[in-house]
């Protein structure tokens, strides 16, 4: 299972159109309990996403922004404290993702990005949701019955072709514990290794055994398909 950002993404969605005033665009994020907003143009495009930090540079001034030496982020800061509406006030361009884009895939642009929240886009740029750090570790909230049923179903059965009867797979908490005896080491270390890319896995506990090393082994076995 890989879930995509269609699958957690929020639809119900709070935006505003580039010609937003202040007072209207702080209105939207005291009504609807968010620190950011993205800016819409009039087709309903993603152009942009202004937050609260966006906001406060009106009250830090542009004067206070002033300097001798200006970067580029400085001046960018100094038209935001003078800005009136959202297309004034808005980071641009806005990062962002598509709807069929993994999970993990959204992780890790909020990570290299450092940002909270990433608006989702279709393949025209329209706006269609957005994921925040909630909506990506709502994996985690998977049911543990759920999570020992891939498990063993699609893993152990599926992808590996081994007797699910040979194994004892306990889940508690997500926290995955595989037992049971392996072919050879080899075995053991892929059928591990697929199981911590199971969606929802917060760890997982290997004690599978196989035999020694000096005795014969089973043919090296390989998953009918490699995990990413």
Known sequence: MSSRVKDVMTTDVAAVRETAGYKDILAVMRQRHVSAVPVLDSAGHLVGVVSEADLLLKEIGTEALAGHRISAGRRADQSKASGVTAADLMSTPAVAIGPQESVATAARRMHDRRVKR?????????????????????????????????????????????????????????????????????VARQLTEAVRHVEGAVEVRERITYPPADEPEAAFLRPRYQHR
Not at 132 to 138: A, F, M, Q
Not at 157 to 185: H, K, M, Y
């Open 118 to 186: 990433l608006p989702v886009v279709d393949e025209k740029g329209l706006l269609v949701g957005i994921m925040s750090r909630v909506d990506v570790l709502s994996v985690f909230a998977r049911p543990d019955e759920e999570i020992r049923d891939e498990v063993v179903r699609k893993i152990i059965a599926a992808e590996f072709a081994l007797d699910p009867s040979a194994f004892d797979v306990a889940v508690t908490s997500g926290i995955v514990t595989v037992t049971g005896q392996a072919a050879n080491r080899a």
